[in-house]
């Protein structure tokens, strides 16, 4: 029996509180599974006073996260504050120098500074581990960086913000429009402090951008990520992509092509049907595609209080068996700078105008369309209260490039009440 | 930079193929993600001269398996012959003694020897690896092994033959009967060569006895699973099942309840729309249900030479990187036996009951039903061209046992003209 592998843990929010009980309630388990004990020497939060529901009188107490970090009886730092900067940052750098393991759920945090903070680990020889960051209790990082170690990965696609597919498919299921799911999510406790991190698809891509480093050895990448938030999908755009056999998901795709690295993270219309159209509420969906494994699908639920603390624990029992590979699957030394691109390749696009009720608005619209060179598949038209011509468009394949050139176009003519919705139509 | 790891490969089939094409298309990203460079030593199979589409001429060839796995120069013995006893069985034993790594896709022997294997390989230290036995390329084992290890897991359910698969949705798809498809998937080289394995459940089974050895932390226990193969499905119950919104499968259920282990894999009635309902062709899936992750779904090729030689290779990247844990999770001496349980817990039942077309069959058998003390959801009659009279029940909500005793007190009225077809309803 190897001596205990002691755990220091900041934040004792959701999560937080689910690792302590996974540590209270499995004890005789996790030192089956790992060969020893697993203790927790100390916890820091804001507040100390706080009714979490856990007992914490046999936890030493820090205010300060960087004391936490840098304890004497501290093996692995576990870091569940979040925030990509401040006392979450400070404190994970002084727990690798001072050379000890980290455990973080911090995707905010990794996706800005992951490069940095992979070389200070294996500079020191430890581990730095984030299965949290991403998609819940999915277990995709381990999925990606081990169990796919044998397959060059051409895509990684994914639902991973729980919030935004909660709104989206309550606005179908209830029929009620965004502004007042968006006030449902956030009485629920949904959001996170800055809900523009959840609905502008911010929160999502910093996952995605996590999983682009481990799926094509380079370096993280958050600032070339294109996005698109969900606040301007209405009812009516969920209604129409029903009818089509499509629902709205907020998506993230990252792939390698000659050109460069895609990572783009949007509301995307996706069949209905599939594994990604039938997800409800907050789960999410993982979908790898590599060369030797074809197409792999990992579905589950993608934050909560049990869930996260799921994958926290998977790391720390990683540690406690003694597992120290590179954070990022390669040494992060050799960690390449990836060339951003564009989307690559055609498809199908959505569009939804908002045409000004007067003469010639359509005509003028039109001719944009055609001028850019994009022909339509199909198109309705409706009038709405509110003196709007509501026109939903799907087109034939087009590349990216050209339906934004051609969104723009029709802008600029001067015809539309709103700015145009332009969503892509995956085939997945 | 380490040493390179040297394999031997046992069994050229599309398996040992496919990891062979890993190691000579991929040798840099090997490399950059084990630190050391990953090659092939030697190789054995049955025929030396058949063109297999590789250049083995690098390779030193072995008539012998056992003379392979226990080579100076072999560090990793990769068994792909598959069979429970015989060369397979015998090699992976001397290359255990011999201090070798063993990396396996072969369930059967490790279903019935694989308590006595992983107590072997425990106690040489070195690694019995099985990634590729259960479900194709879907990383399950070590999800299970790793990512979940802070988990109590509940229950372990799985889509996991590929074969049954194809057979139950092509009968759907095309309309055709049983005979017909088993036939069309022998001449597609579907089949095991006894193809029994595959239709009777046992490859299946199999699979899910290794599942639940990792789960409960109990020795791999085959003898007590119980089985009912696809041979008796018939389009009628595939076309009724549809109508009221379900899919038939072949579904592994592996629960541990207060009265002891429950294995079963037989056909099931899931709902159409359900994750399991959606599964088409060969595609696998794998649900695990955890006390703290809740429930999570993969999904992916259950066969084929890419997606099993990537999890070889998940395997054989871990050995490379020095990942040395338990076989089953828990060191082998500390595997508890299990104690084997019925199915527990009440659900609905499908039942076909094929009547002797002469009169009072229907009243024998529905009195016997209520004898047994089921009471009847919904019955439809057709009569047939041969003089049957087909009744299809869904029961309310009763036990697997009452179930059972039922469909044979119905036999034993002898109004029945062929056996009586019971499936469960999972809700899954």
């Not at 100390?42 to 300060?64: H, I, P, Y």
């Not at 990965?153 to 009620?176: D, P, S």
């Not at 996170?192 to 990448?221: C, F, M, R």
Request: charged fraction near 20%.
């Amino acid at each position: 029996m190897s001596h205990p592998l002691r755990l220091g843990i900041a934040g004792l929010g959701t999560v937080g509180v689910g690792v302590i009980k996974i540590v209270m309630q499995h004890g005789d388990m996790l030192r089956a599974r790992s060969g020893r004990d697993i203790t927790i020497s100390a916890v820091s939060a804001r507040s100390k006073s706080k009714d979490r529901g856990v007992d914490l009188s046999n936890f030493d107490w820090e205010d300060d996260p960087v004391a936490l970090a840098t304890r004497d009886d501290v093996d692995v730092y576990v870091e569940l504050m979040g925030g990509e900067d401040g006392p979450a940052l400070a404190s994970v750098k002084a727990a690798l120098n001072a050379g000890k393991h980290v455990v973080t759920a911090n995707k905010a945090m990794l996706a800005i500074h992951g490069q940095e903070l992979a070389e200070l680990a294996e500079f020191k020889g430890v581990n730095l581990r984030f299965e949290a960051a991403v998609a819940g209790g999915i277990p995709i990082i381990k999925s990606l960086t081990e169990s796919l170690a044998g397959n060059k990965i051409t895509r990684v696609m994914g639902v991973m913000n729980g919030t935004c597919n909660y709104i989206l498919t309550r606005m179908e299921t209830a029929g009620l429009p965004y502004d007042e799911v968006f006030e449902e999510a956030n009485q629920l406790g949904y959001l996170e402090a800055d809900p523009n991190l959840d609905v502008g698809g911010i929160d999502a891509a910093h996952k995605l951008v996590l999983l682009s480093s481990i799926a094509y050895g380079t370096q993280v990448d958050f600032a070339s990520a294109q996005l698109q938030g969900i606040q301007r999908i209405s009812i009516v755009d969920i209604k129409h992509a029903a009818e089509m056999g499509y629902r709205i998901k907020l998506l993230g795709v990252s792939q390698m092509t000659d050109a460069g690295l895609i990572q783009t993270m949007r509301p995307c219309l996706v069949p209905a049907l599939s594994p990604l159209g039938l997800l409800e509420g907050g789960t999410n969906m993982v979908i790898v595609e590599g060369d030797s494994v074809g197409q792999i699908v990992l579905r589950g639920a993608g934050a909560g209080e049990g869930p996260t603390a799921s994958a926290v624990f998977g790391d720390v029992m990683d540690i406690a068996r003694g597992i120290n590979i590179p954070v990022f699957g390669i040494p992060a030394a050799q960690l390449t700078k990836s060339t951003p691109a564009d989307s690559s390749g055609e498809s199908a696009y959505y569009m939804r105008l908002n045409l000004k009720d007067k003469a010639g608005a359509m005509a003028s619209a039109s001719s944009a369309l055609a001028d850019a060179g994009i022909s339509i598949d199909k198109m309705t038209q409706h009038s709405s209260d509110d003196n709007v011509a509501r026109v939903l468009i799907v087109t034939h394949p087009t590349t990216g490039e050209t339906a934004s050139k051609a969104a723009q176009a029709i802008e600029n003519t001067g015809v539309l009440e709103l700015p145009p919705v332009v969503l892509k139509i995956e085939t997945v």
